[in-house]
């Protein structure tokens, strides 16, 4: 089974600051892949970035990052110089690799983003 | 626009009424992913169809069924409805069966209202 845990039900930023959302997962998988995914009042998620376990190297897409602890089973999503248009749930996310994965979903996290 | 059809969009019924919710993939796509978001369940992977066959089964209801049509598009059907089936119903596709391999492209969800 793998879990996926999102503490932190909300967080509020002041805009153009830096906010840092905060996941763990469980796994019993060797590879599997993190992901987090954006979901604003428009109500559809959109991928924000993608990780792959195998990979050292932390993603990164322009404002988004993330600091991937393999060890520790941290994936955590940094957004940079954050804008009114972040405001959105955001959720965190993995998936294995082995017969029949699933994507499975933390619960979510609200940001606001202040003007 | 992730190309990902839902309808409808909003649905108000009845408990013990039966629905089905649609779903049309993105061009290209041939596996089609169902899931509840709840306000206490979070978001909740139901079933995945991969060209026209069942892939992966997850905490999807007796009461619910699905099926994926030689032209790709999906339906959920929800009978017995009861308050608690109440939730947003996300469509997702992707290219490959493997939701690890190919991002999840979302449609915009079907609010289910049961009264």
């Known amino acids: 089974a793998q879990t996926v845990t999102q503490s932190q039900p909300e967080m509020s930023v002041q805009e153009a600051e830096t906010v840092t959302l905060s996941c763990t997962y469980d796994?019993?998988?060797?590879?599997?892949?993190l992901f987090w995914y954006k979901q604003p009042p428009s109500r559809q998620m959109i991928l924000v970035i993608r990780?792959?376990?195998?990979?050292?190297q932390n993603a990164t897409e322009n404002r988004f990052s993330v600091n991937f602890q393999k060890a520790a089973k941290s994936f955590s999503l940094k957004i940079s110089d954050s804008q009114l248009g972040d405001t959105a749930m955001y959720f965190c996310?993995?998936?294995?690799?082995?017969?029949?994965?699933?994507?499975?979903f933390g619960k979510g996290i609200t940001l606001s983003v202040r003007p | 626009d992730s190309g990902v059809t839902q309808t409808p969009k909003h649905l108000i019924t009845a408990t013990g009424q039966r629905v089905t919710l649609r779903c049309s993939p993105r061009?290209?796509?041939?596996?089609v992913y169902w899931y509840q978001q709840s306000l206490d369940q979070g978001l909740q992977f139901l079933i995945q169809?991969?060209?026209?066959?069942?892939?992966a089964k997850g905490n999807i209801l007796e009461r619910f069924s699905a099926q994926q049509f030689p032209d790709l598009h999906s339906e959920l059907n929800l009978s017995s409805l009861e308050l608690g089936d109440s939730a947003l119903y996300f469509c997702?596709?992707?290219?490959?069966?493997?939701?690890?391999?190919?991002?999840?492209?979302f449609g915009n969800g079907t609010r289910l209202t049961v009264t």
């Open positions: 996310a993995l998936c294995g690799t082995g017969a029949n994965s699933k994507l499975t």
């Open positions: 990780q792959e376990a195998y990979k050292q």
């Open positions: 997702a596709s992707s290219v490959v069966g493997d939701s690890y391999y190919s991002p999840l492209h």
């Open positions: 169809y991969y060209n026209g066959e069942e892939r």
């Open positions: 061009s290209g796509d041939l596996s």
């Open positions: 796994t019993s998988e060797n590879n599997y892949y």
